[in-house]
């Protein structure tokens, strides 16, 4: 149990394009998920929580209208990349949490902007 | 603040050795610790866990952890390590004051060699 996916796995694209990442819980509703940006050989960056329902909260530095988050329902996140740019390029990951305090990671999705 | 820190960042060992990866904490408050290991191009999957009761924690792999609140400790141990281990071990808190988020330490890289 606790499966969470992430699609597309990994993504190439042009400067200036939107890219979507899609987050799904398989087997549980998460009421919270959270997406992470990690940089090589580093520890995960929290970009961003998000509840059901509501706004996302972002964390100091990020940019929200750069990094949209839709939280629609219990088992689906969007991270939108807007208007990529190269230094954009990184490794994101979301997790999920249900009504405990563990978090499940999703696989990661490579986004490379050329 | 609260802080992690992962005493090693790289750990060199041969298959079949035990291993020890050292994680200290810093918080005035309850907390609760997990391990996490990610695998390279991967997402991060839980090793295990410490929420309440037994400080000496089994997980995944054959790795166990033991909470030590005097020491603000959650070393990761294995007694017999397997090539297939090297991989990047993140500890991580959350602190029941700040509002649930995983502070992460900085990992540490566990090299097997046969």
């Known amino acids: 149990g606790a499966v969470v996916s992430q699609h597309p796995s990994w993504v190439i694209c042009k400067s200036g394009t939107s890219v979507k990442i899609e987050c799904r819980s398989l087997?549980?509703?998460?009421?919270?998920m959270f997406w992470y940006r990690q940089f090589p050989k580093q520890s995960l960056m929290l970009m961003a929580t998000?509840?059901?329902?509501?706004?996302?909260?972002?964390e100091q530095g990020v940019e929200k209208d750069k990094f949209l988050i839709n939280h629609a329902s219990l088992t689906l996140s969007t991270l939108t990349v807007t208007s990529a740019h190269p230094e954009d390029s990184s490794f994101y990951i979301c997790?999920?949490?249900?009504?405990?305090?563990?978090?499940?990671f999703g696989p990661g999705t490579r986004l490379l902007v050329l | 603040a609260q802080s992690v820190t992962q005493l090693d960042s790289q750990v060199p060992v041969f298959e079949e050795a035990p291993v020890e990866l050292r994680c200290n904490y810093s918080?005035?408050?309850?907390?609760?610790l997990f391990w996490y290991v990610q695998y390279p191009n991967q997402g991060l999957q839980l090793l295990l866990k410490?929420?309440?009761?037994s400080t000496l924690v089994k997980g995944i792999n054959g790795f166990e952890a033991e909470f030590n609140k005097s020491q603000t400790s959650f070393h990761l141990r294995k007694p017999s390590v397997h090539i297939s281990d090297t991989a990047e071990y993140f500890c991580?808190?959350?602190?029941?004051?700040?509002?649930?988020?995983?502070?992460w330490g900085l990992g540490t890289s566990l090299a097997v060699n046969p």
């Open positions: 998000s509840n059901e329902g509501s706004k996302a909260t972002y």
């Open positions: 410490y929420l309440s009761g």
């Open positions: 997790s999920a949490r249900q009504a405990g305090e563990t978090q499940y």
């Open positions: 918080s005035s408050v309850s907390v609760y």
């Open positions: 087997d549980f509703q998460a009421t919270t």
């Open positions: 991580a808190v959350i602190n029941a004051g700040n509002n649930r988020k995983l502070i």
